[in-house]
């Protein structure tokens, strides 16, 4: 990897740190986001607040903050493997450590999923598969979520042998988006974390 690839990384960055759920409750409602809800700039948070309707193309962008520099800037930049991961890894920082909103942001759910698409689509469908059948029988987005990051590195080990030589970024990154939920977790174990749909807490606390 030379010096040449640097200005993708600050470029992957700034896409990532795009505060889309913040922009469009501000534009379309005049809300804050960082203040209603539970405070946190993702697209769950907006969902509450505003419906699918607007959720929805949120999360998809969100996505593709994620996929787009691994797929996209990777391929531009000249590089693969290792590199490609962590170009996605920025984009996810930058979700969650948005520069734009006081580095304010998500748990970068939506943009992981968009790494994983981009480097493993298999284990990016088993970790949706995984997620989406722990919220219906639970309700709870968050065990979804974390449920998904375990099942990602399990499903691009045997789906991608290929990938096999990543195995160590792919659990740093199911690692990242669980210790994010830290504050879920713990909520959870209280029996106190919000289920999906139900009306959430204080914007103190966050949800994914």
């Known amino acids: 990897m030379t010096l040449g690839v640097l200005p993708w990384f600050g470029l ?5 740190a795009i505060p889309t759920s913040y922009l ?3 534009l379309v409602r005049g809300v804050d986001l960082r203040t209603v809800g ?27 903050k994620g996929m787009v520099p691994v797929v996209l800037f990777a391929r531009w930049a000249g590089v693969g493997g290792v590199p490609a991961v962590l170009l996605g890894v920025m984009a996810m ?3 969650v450590y948005s520069v734009f909103v006081g580095f304010k942001g998500g748990k970068g759910v939506a943009t992981g999923a968009g790494i994983v698409l981009g480097v493993a689509p298999w284990a990016f469908l088993a970790s949706l598969v995984a997620w989406g059948l722990v919220v219906r029988a639970s309700g709870y987005v968050s065990l979804g979520s974390i ?7 399990i499903a691009a080990w045997f789906a991608h042998p290929a990938q096999r030589g990543l195995a160590w970024l792919h659990l740093l990154l199911a690692l990242a988006i669980i210790v994010l939920h830290r504050a879920n977790i713990q909520r ?3 029996g106190t974390e919000n289920r999906f749909g139900q009306q959430p807490r204080p914007a103190g606390e966050t949800t994914p």
């Open 93 to 95: 920082l930058g979700h």
């Open 12 to 16: 992957a960055y700034l896409l990532g």
């Open 147 to 153: 449920v998904g990051a375990i099942v990602f590195p």
């Open 24 to 26: 469009v409750a501000r």
């Open 188 to 190: 959870l174990l209280r």
């Open 38 to 64: 539970s405070g946190n700039l993702g697209a769950t948070n907006l969902y509450r607040q505003m419906g699918w309707r607007w959720a929805i193309p949120v999360a998809v962008f969100d996505l593709l």
